[in-house]
């Protein structure tokens, strides 16, 4: 198991940058796919960006891609999420996830959740 645990949200201007991170537990954190997506109130959870297990492949919703970098760092055990050039449509909850087979863009596949950090841009 590991659990995950977000921070760095907040309230930033369009334009302005971000970044969020993750902390996750456990001794076996090169083993799972880490991901990001966000919600908004209403909607489901959308997915944002994922890393493979070494980081060597990343993918990224076509809505983030060239602002948003994810990478990760096994001697923390963390995942990151570097949100550039911030937009009013970039609100909302931002989820961290992991997985130890799946790799991919569906939140149902993931097994473990974060409990989210809010995000929230102002014009």
């Known amino acids: 198991q590991v659990q995950l645990v977000e921070s760095g949200g907040g309230l930033v201007q369009a334009g302005d940058s971000l970044r969020l991170s993750c902390a996750a537990s456990?001794?076996?954190?090169?083993?799972?796919?880490m991901a990001w997506f966000r919600q908004v109130p209403g909607m489901g959870r959308a997915f944002v960006a994922a890393?493979?297990?070494?980081?060597?492949?990343?993918i990224y919703a076509d809505s983030v891609k060239d602002r948003f970098t994810i990478s990760r760092d096994s001697t923390k055990n963390a995942v990151y999420l570097q949100m550039n050039s911030l937009k009013l449509d970039d609100t909302a909850k931002y989820y961290c996830?992991?997985?130890?087979?799946?790799?991919?863009?569906?939140?149902?596949?993931?097994?473990?959740w974060g409990q989210g950090t809010q995000v929230t841009v102002s014009s």
């Open positions: 890393t493979s297990r070494r980081g060597g492949s990343t």
């Open positions: 456990g001794r076996t954190f090169s083993s799972y796919t």
């Open positions: 996830a992991a997985d130890m087979t799946y790799w991919g863009t569906s939140p149902n596949e993931y097994d473990y």
